[in-house]
C-alpha cells in the first residue's frame, strides 16, 4: 500500500463532514488543498467547494471558483449566478429594512433596560412603544442567519449576542457566560441561536471564546433534554454534533484537551461515541496519549481509554500503537504502528500541529514500558522501537535521561547499552503488598458490620414477635 493510498484509508473527513455545519467543510477542504499527502486534486476539492456553495449565499465566491473551473463560456451558468447574487443583495436589504427598529432601540435603549434588570422579550416589547414587535426581532435573527450565509462571520456573532442575551436578561458576554440563567431560560431556539454563535466563533478561530459558547451549547441541550423537552433520538444527534464541532475547538484553545477527556468520558457522551461515533476515539486516544505525563490523572484516563477501547468497533494505527503496548505488550507491532501514525497525524486536520508533540510522547510511551520489563538495554534495539536511527535515539535517550525527573539511568558508550538502575516507579510486588495491606482490618470491619446488621434484623423480629 502506498503512503497516499493509506492516507486515504485513514481520512475521517467523509465520516466527519455529515456531523459539522457546511461552512466548516471549507476550512477542511483548505487543508486537503495544500497537503501533498492526500490525494485529492486541486480539482476535485474546487468541484466540491462549489457544490458546497450552491445552499449558501456567497455567490461571488462560487463564481470565482466556477471560471477557475469552466472558464468564463458557459455565459448561461454565470448568467443565472448573477441573477442569484442580485435576488441575494435584495433580500439581505429587505432584511435590513425589517429588523432597523430593533437595531435602533438596542443602540438607544438597551443600556438603561439592562441597568432596570428589564433587557429581555417582554421588557423590549413594553418598553418600544410599539415600534419593536415579535415579528422584528425575528427578522433581527432572521438577518444573523443570512449574514452568516452570505460568510459574514463577525456580523452574524455580534447580532447572536445581542439576540441570546435576550433570554437571559443580561449583557452580550455576562449571558454567554452565566451557565445557570441559559439552563433556567432554555429553549429550542436559544439552543438555535447558540450553535449559530459557536460556529461563528469557530469559522472566526476566536478559540477562548469558542470554548464558553461550546459550554454553553451543552448547558442548555442537557437542561432540554433532561426536563424531556427534547426527544432521545434528537438528544443523541446533538450530542453527536458537539464532540465533532468540539473538535475544533479542543485542538486550538490552550486548556482543549483536558475539557476533551472530560467531555469524551462523561457517560452520556461515552455512549454517543460508543453508538453513533466511534471514530472519534481517534482523538480521545491522541489526546489522552499526549496529555498522559501531564496529568496527575494520566495512567486513570489510560485505563479509561482501554476500556471505552474494547466497546467501540473502529481501529487505527494511533489506536492500534495503544492497543499493542498496554494489551498486546508487542513492542515490534507498537513499532511498526508508530510510524504509521505519523502519516495519519500529518493528513488529519485536527491532529497535523500535534504531530511532533504526539510522535515524542509515544516513544517516551514505548521507553516506559520497555524499561518494565528490562533493566539493560541495547541502543540500537530501542532505536528499532522507537522508528528511529541509533544516532538520533542515542542522543533523545540522554535528553530523556537528563530531563525526567524520577528516572534513574546510564549510558555504557562502551558497549553502548543503557542501564536502568531504578526509577520511582512502584514494582507489580509492591503495588500488590500496598494494596492488600489493610485487607485484614477491612474484612473484619466487614464482618462487624454483617453482625450488627443480622443483630437488629434479629431484635426487630422479637419485637414483632412479643406484639
Not at 462549489?50 to 451558468?77: F, Q
Not at 455576562?174 to 441561536?193: H, I, K, Q, R, V
Not at 472519534?280 to 496519549?289: C, E, G, P
Request: proline share 2%; aromatic share 8%; with cysteine.
Amino acid at each position: 500500500m502506498t503512503e497516499k493510498t493509506s492516507s486515504m484509508s485513514t481520512d475521517l473527513t467523509p465520516i466527519i463532514s455529515p456531523f459539522l455545519d457546511l461552512h466548516m467543510l471549507f476550512p477542511l477542504l483548505e487543508y486537503m488543498d495544500g497537503n501533498p499527502k492526500i490525494t485529492y486534486s486541486s480539482k476535485e476539492i474546487a468541484a466540491a467547494r462549489l457544490d458546497l456553495l450552491g445552499p449558501t449565499h456567497m455567490v461571488d465566491y462560487a463564481m470565482d471558483i466556477y471560471k477557475d473551473l469552466n472558464g468564463t463560456s458557459d455565459d448561461a451558468e454565470l448568467a443565472k449566478m448573477e441573477k442569484q447574487k442580485q435576488e441575494v443583495y435584495q433580500t439581505l436589504e429587505d432584511l435590513r429594512k425589517r429588523a432597523a427598529a430593533f437595531e435602533e432601540f438596542v443602540t438607544s435603549h438597551k443600556a438603561k433596560l439592562g441597568q432596570k434588570g428589564d433587557w429581555n422579550f417582554k421588557g423590549v416589547l413594553s418598553a418600544s412603544g410599539g415600534k419593536v414587535r415579535k415579528e422584528t426581532i425575528e427578522c433581527y435573527r432572521q438577518l444573523a442567519k443570512f449574514n452568516y450565509d452570505c460568510g459574514d462571520y463577525q456580523a452574524a456573532r455580534d447580532m447572536l449576542r445581542i439576540y441570546i442575551s435576550l433570554f437571559v436578561n443580561s449583557s452580550e458576554e455576562e449571558g454567554e457566560n452565566n451557565y445557570e440563567a441559559l439552563s433556567n431560560s432554555a429553549t429550542t431556539n436559544l439552543l438555535e441561536a447558540l450553535w449559530g454563535k459557536l460556529s461563528c466563533d469557530i469559522l472566526l478561530e476566536n478559540w477562548e471564546d469558542a470554548s464558553s459558547a461550546l459550554k454553553a451549547v451543552r448547558t442548555v441541550l442537557e437542561a432540554l433534554s433532561n426536563s424531556n423537552r427534547m426527544a432521545p433520538l434528537e438528544s443523541l444527534r446533538q450530542r453527536t454534533w458537539l464532540l465533532h464541532w468540539g473538535l475544533f475547538v479542543f485542538w486550538n484553545d490552550r486548556k482543549g484537551l483536558d475539557q476533551m477527556m472530560e467531555l469524551f468520558t462523561t457517560e452520556k457522551y461515552l455512549q454517543v461515541i460508543t453508538t453513533n461515533a466511534p471514530h472519534l476515539i481517534r482523538y480521545l486516544t491522541a489526546a489522552v496519549l499526549i496529555g498522559k505525563r501531564r496529568s496527575q490523572s494520566g495512567n486513570k484516563m489510560m485505563r479509561e481509554l482501554l476500556r471505552v477501547m474494547s466497546n467501540c468497533d473502529y481501529t487505527d494505527p494511533i489506536i492500534e500503537f495503544v492497543q499493542c503496548l498496554c494489551v498486546k505488550f508487542d513492542f515490534d507491532g507498537a513499532q511498526a504502528k508508530l510510524a504509521e501514525c505519523e502519516n495519519v497525524l500529518t493528513t488529519d486536520f485536527f491532529l497535523c500541529k500535534q504531530t511532533e508533540l504526539f510522535m515524542e510522547e509515544a516513544r517516551i510511551f514505548i521507553f516506559e514500558n520497555y524499561c518494565r520489563i528490562h533493566s539493560k538495554l541495547r541502543v540500537t534495539d530501542l532505536a528499532e522501537k522507537l522508528a528511529m536511527d541509533p544516532a538520533s535515539a542515542e542522543r533523545w535517550i540522554v535528553d530523556l535521561i537528563r530531563n525526567t525527573d524520577g528516572l534513574s539511568a546510564k549510558i555504557d558508550w562502551t558497549e553502548n547499552t543503557v542501564s536502568i538502575s531504578g526509577s520511582n516507579r512502584a514494582s507489580v510486588h509492591e503495588t500488590i503488598l500496598e494494596r492488600t495491606k489493610d485487607l485484614n482490618a477491612r474484612s473484619a470491619m466487614l464482618m462487624q458490620n454483617m453482625k450488627n446488621m443480622l443483630e437488629k434484623e434479629r431484635e426487630r423480629k422479637e419485637a414483632e414477635y412479643d406484639d
